[in-house]
């Protein structure tokens, strides 16, 4: 399979806008939706869509000057990488259909795996058709109450990137403030109007009458599924959201409550604060739980004023614990993913994925630890829902790509690969980094972080290049990550580490 060739990072000045200027300005191609397909890691997806001749050879770049960023954005360099790296190397036809997506929840047919998580985007009709009209096959609709809602201002914050993007949000958003009423109304229209699409109804009890009902009330209203929230981080006090998900014995409880009432099927969302998430996800399949949701949002606070003293968001001089989301927390979702996919006490219940999920890659890595289906909120609260786009998109190339008929072909690939202990990992051999001449530009990165952070292996030449000492070096490819021209690859084979070979 090809590798990429284009990242985020050639185009970090890009705004990704809204009825985007450089679109606007190009009579021959939408560079907007290229420039967010290389965004997405979806490129070849961009360089399917390319028109036949390439139109930028001898163009004098008006999406360039049209740019909200002053020509920041290289666009016309992006779009000839595009031609010459990546259409010329692509594999296969561009795929004439979807087919390949479909799948099920729970055996309720799906057009593809991608839905909203239960959240403020999946909040309202307007909202849900939306993300329908767009391409997404479901909604997980944000978690119904009979609570009586008020919602703090602000109610975000985030710890941004180098880049100035978002890596991890921070809400202490609650429930749905629409009434039980208003919210089965908008079931019922969405039923209406999208019979195809499916509703994954969120709900959230205070008794075992209360689960019961809600769960009963939301499949009499349309919904296809129930989604349990046990997990909600800003909902903990007198024994609700994540309190309800540290107590097996309560998910068994509560499942059995909710799907006493229910023909329809039903999934348990988890909490991630938590040590182990199998013995909560055993109970709820004893409570009779078709699937587990994972994870939520994880207990968190960040940003401390360093002159209020009051973390972020502050609302009239204080904050709370609220829950962490986005990319950041993508690491942590799939080492629970992967225990639950590996449980054999699990075997066949559906896993619905979700937790710092932008680009179909990070979907592709839920599904190959035993994920049917992912949900995304933050990547939409930052992009929009229209990276469905590229979402559908690059896994549809990919699955074709590797002659997958089916999204579930893919299902577990990656859990017998994964151990909870390093003890099964060989130790006998090094993996040397190799380092490309042609790529670095001299800034010796490699050889502080080696010489500070690592073995003391890298040397710059009088050329201002690496250079490796293999009897230092135990490839522990640092200097692989720090590279900020990623001129530094993995060599392609092992060394016995009586052995060493130089390498330069």
Same mark, same amino acid.
């Given at each position: 399979?090809?590798?990429?060739?284009?990242?985020?990072?050639?185009?970090?000045?890009?705004?990704?806008?809204?009825?985007?200027?450089?679109?606007? $300005?190009?009579?021959?191609?939408?560079?907007?939706?290229?420039?967010?397909?290389?965004?997405?890691?979806?490129?070849?997806?961009?360089?399917?869509?390319?028109?036949?001749?390439?139109?930028?050879?001898?163009?004098?770049?008006?999406?360039?000057?049209?740019?909200?960023?002053?020509?920041?954005?290289?666009?016309?360099?992006?779009?000839?990488?595009?031609?010459?790296?990546?259409?010329?190397?692509?594999?296969?036809?561009?795929?004439?259909?979807?087919?390949? #997506?479909?799948?099920?929840?729970?055996?309720?047919?799906?057009?593809?795996?991608?839905?909203?998580?239960?959240?403020?985007?999946?909040?309202?009709?307007?909202?849900?058709?939306?993300?329908?009209?767009?391409?997404?096959?479901?909604?997980?609709?944000?978690?119904?109450?009979?609570?009586?809602?008020?919602?703090?201002?602000?109610?975000?914050?985030?710890?941004?990137?180098?880049?100035?993007?978002?890596?991890?949000?921070?809400?202490?958003?609650? #429930?749905?403030?629409?009434?039980? %009423?208003?919210?089965?109304?908008?079931?019922?229209?969405?039923?209406?109007?999208?019979?195809? !699409?499916?509703?994954?109804?969120?709900?959230?009890?205070?008794?075992?009458?209360?689960?019961?009902?809600?769960?009963?009330?939301?499949?009499?209203?349309?919904?296809?599924?129930?989604?349990?929230?046990?997990?909600?981080?800003?909902?903990?006090?007198?024994?609700?959201?994540?309190?309800?998900?540290?107590?097996?014995?309560?998910?068994?409880?509560?499942? %059995?409550?909710? &799907?006493?009432?229910?023909?329809?099927?039903?999934?348990? !969302?988890?909490?991630?604060?938590?040590?182990?998430?199998?013995? $909560?996800?055993?109970?709820?399949?004893? /409570?009779?739980?078709?699937?587990?949701?994972?994870?939520?949002?994880?207990?968190?606070?960040? /940003?401390?004023?360093?002159?209020?003293?009051?973390?972020?968001?502050?609302?009239?001089?204080?904050?709370?614990?609220? /829950?962490?989301?986005?990319?950041?927390?993508?690491?942590?979702?799939? %080492?629970?993913?992967?225990?639950?996919?590996?449980?054999?006490?699990?075997?066949?219940?559906?896993?619905?994925?979700?937790?710092?999920?932008?680009?179909?890659?990070?979907?592709?890595?839920?599904?190959?630890?035993?994920?049917?289906?992912?949900?995304?909120?933050?990547?939409?609260?930052?992009?929009?829902?229209?990276?469905?786009?590229?979402?559908?998109?690059?896994?549809?190339?990919?699955?074709?790509?590797?002659?997958?008929?089916?999204?579930?072909?893919?299902?577990?690939?990656?859990?017998?690969?994964?151990?909870?202990?390093?003890?099964?990992?060989?130790?006998?051999?090094?993996?040397?980094? !190799?380092?490309?001449?042609?790529?670095?530009?001299?800034?010796?990165?490699?050889?502080?972080?080696?010489?500070?952070?690592?073995?003391?292996?890298?040397?710059?030449?009088? &050329?201002?290049?690496?250079?490796?000492?293999?009897? %230092?070096?135990?490839?522990?490819? #640092?200097?692989?990550?720090?590279?900020?021209?990623? $001129?530094?690859?993995?060599?392609? !084979?092992?060394? &016995?580490?009586?052995?060493?070979?130089?390498?330069?």
């Amino acid at each position: 399979m090809l590798e990429r060739t284009l990242y985020r990072s050639d185009m970090l000045k890009c705004t990704l806008c809204h009825d985007a200027p450089c679109t606007n $300005a190009c009579p021959k191609m939408d560079p907007a939706k290229l420039l967010r397909s290389i965004w997405f890691n979806n490129e070849k997806g961009a360089a399917y869509a390319l028109p036949e001749v390439f139109p930028c050879t001898d163009c004098d770049a008006p999406c360039e000057k049209a740019c909200l960023r002053a020509e920041e954005v290289r666009i016309r360099d992006l779009m000839e990488k595009l031609d010459r790296r990546v259409r010329e190397n692509l594999e296969i036809p561009y795929p004439d259909n979807e087919e390949a #997506l479909r799948t099920d929840l729970c055996g309720i047919p799906m057009e593809n795996p991608f839905m909203l998580s239960s959240s403020v985007v999946a909040s309202t009709y307007d909202m849900c058709a939306k993300a329908f009209e767009a391409g997404w096959a479901g909604v997980a609709f944000k978690t119904i109450c009979t609570l009586d809602i008020h919602e703090a201002s602000p109610r975000y914050s985030a710890i941004k990137g180098d880049y100035g993007g978002i890596i991890g949000f921070k809400n202490i958003e609650q #429930l749905s403030d629409h009434s039980v %009423r208003e919210n089965m109304e908008i079931f019922r229209r969405l039923k209406q109007n999208y019979p195809n !699409k499916i509703i994954l109804a969120s709900i959230m009890g205070q008794n075992d009458e209360e689960w019961a009902e809600l769960a009963r009330l939301c499949q009499e209203n349309g919904a296809d599924a129930i989604e349990l929230n046990f997990s909600c981080p800003n909902m903990a006090e007198g024994g609700l959201g994540s309190d309800i998900g540290q107590v097996p014995e309560l998910v068994e409880r509560f499942t %059995r409550a909710a &799907k006493s009432r229910v023909t329809i099927p039903v999934l348990a !969302k988890l909490t991630p604060n938590v040590d182990r998430m199998s013995p $909560a996800a055993e109970a709820a399949k004893r /409570g009779g739980a078709d699937g587990i949701a994972a994870i939520n949002t994880i207990k968190s606070i960040i /940003g401390v004023n360093p002159h209020t003293y009051v973390s972020e968001p502050a609302v009239h001089g204080k904050s709370a614990v609220g /829950g962490y989301s986005g990319n950041g927390i993508k690491p942590i979702a799939l %080492r629970f993913i992967a225990e639950l996919g590996q449980n054999p006490q699990l075997h066949g219940m559906h896993l619905s994925g979700m937790g710092g999920i932008e680009t179909w890659q990070d979907s592709l890595e839920y599904f190959m630890l035993g994920c049917g289906t992912v949900q995304v909120t933050t990547a939409v609260m930052q992009y929009g829902v229209r990276i469905i786009d590229d979402l559908k998109e690059g896994l549809n190339i990919y699955l074709h790509e590797k002659a997958f008929r089916e999204t579930k072909e893919v299902i577990g690939a990656g859990l017998d690969a994964i151990s909870e202990t390093t003890t099964i990992l060989e130790r006998d051999t090094v993996q040397f980094p !190799k380092f490309h001449h042609d790529r670095c530009i001299g800034c010796g990165r490699c050889m502080i972080s080696c010489r500070d952070g690592g073995h003391q292996a890298i040397r710059l030449n009088d &050329k201002r290049r690496p250079v490796m000492d293999p009897f %230092r070096c135990v490839g522990c490819h #640092l200097c692989l990550l720090v590279c900020p021209q990623r $001129a530094i690859t993995p060599s392609g !084979k092992r060394i &016995k580490r009586e052995k060493p070979q130089a390498a330069e």
